[in-house]
């Protein structure tokens, strides 16, 4: 069975996440006990009593700390995908299982892009707000009438009508005001520390196109299909310029669910905290069965779960 593993992004963490695997499997346990950070990653994942976790410098290491422990587990019980991608962050976690860093340098490189995606939202005067029930036209077209405030952009494609705008604080709400007017179900800003996916993220790419001479990069094992592109790496652009090119741009995740369907899946599996890629799977490819792993529970519960598709599959 052709698996697709799908990472969660920054938002879905929570104090507590990953405890129970700790515990229970070595393998997850060997990848946050190595984990090269400059403090206390197992503190901040399991009980956060300094409440950082939701400060992008820390969620960033601990998310992918989080998803490279829970691959591991995952294949040791020899469940490997086929095909990978992430939402954002996720991203580096979907790269880290095709092969092309391991778990530490996957951990170390989501420390340096979260203090520089920090760094680069300093002193703006930003918003992010999701735009439900809207279509990528008309909000297109209220984000290009209200650029006249400022900058705003879609900044996140996420299914069908759910859409994320980001950009200069007035620009946004302009454009969420004319979102309304051309539609839109509901308009929810979104509790963030920047305008991420967005121009004014390229600092951050520039201190991460410089830091990424330090990385070794190998080639992916597996099919990865990537953020800023909404699908695969057809034309071999180094994957160095597309991580660059990520911090700054849309994310275009309704089109990397269809990316992995059309790469013919047989499921996809989604790598938490959270269910959040799981919905979106739902509202995108409802023909595809997604399942969300999070928990020891989970875990323990994902081969039975395979097992029935495989078996349906076989009927």
Avoid at 162 to 186: D, N, P, S, T
Avoid at 226 to 231: P, V, Y
Avoid at 265 to 275: L, Q, W
Wanted: proline share 4%.
């Amino acid at each position: 069975m052709k698996l697709g593993f799908l990472y969660a992004g920054q938002g879905s963490q929570h104090p507590g996440m990953g405890a129970d695997l700790y515990e229970a499997y070595p393998a997850f346990r060997a990848v946050l006990d190595s984990a090269e950070v400059d403090f206390d990653l197992k503190e901040i994942c399991f009980t956060d009593s300094r409440n950082l976790l939701n400060q992008t410098q820390y969620t960033q290491p601990c998310m992918v700390a989080f998803a490279a422990g829970l691959t591991a587990v995952l294949r040791e019980q020899n469940i490997i995908p086929s095909a990978a991608a992430g939402l954002s962050l996720g991203e580096y976690s979907a790269l880290h299982a095709a092969g092309v860093f391991d778990a530490q340098t996957a951990i170390r490189t989501a420390a340096f892009r979260g203090h520089a995606m920090e760094r680069a939202a300093q002193g703006i005067e930003s918003a992010m707000i999701a735009i439900l029930g809207l279509d990528r036209a008309s909000l297109e077209a209220a984000c290009a009438e209200a650029s006249e405030s400022g900058i705003v952009v879609i900044a996140n494609y996420n299914c069908p009508g759910q859409l994320v705008i980001g950009g200069e604080r007035e620009a946004v709400e302009r454009a969420a005001v004319l979102a309304k007017e051309k539609g839109a179900k509901r308009c929810r800003p979104l509790k963030v520390s920047g305008p991420f996916h967005t121009p004014l993220m390229a600092s951050a790419g520039k201190e991460l196109e410089q830091y990424f001479q330090t990385v070794s990069f190998c080639k992916p094992s597996i099919p990865v299909i990537f953020n800023c592109l909404g699908g695969c790496n057809t034309d071999g652009i180094a994957v160095q310029e597309l991580l660059v090119r990520q911090v700054q741009s849309s994310v275009y995740m309704e089109d990397s669910i269809r990316a992995m369907r059309d790469l013919g899946v047989d499921a996809v599996i989604e790598i938490g905290p959270g269910k959040t890629l799981s919905g979106f799977v739902r509202k995108t490819v409802p023909e595809l069965p997604v399942c969300a792993v999070e928990t020891v529970p989970d875990a323990e519960g994902l081969r039975d779960w395979l097992a029935a598709l495989e078996k349906e599959k076989n009927v």
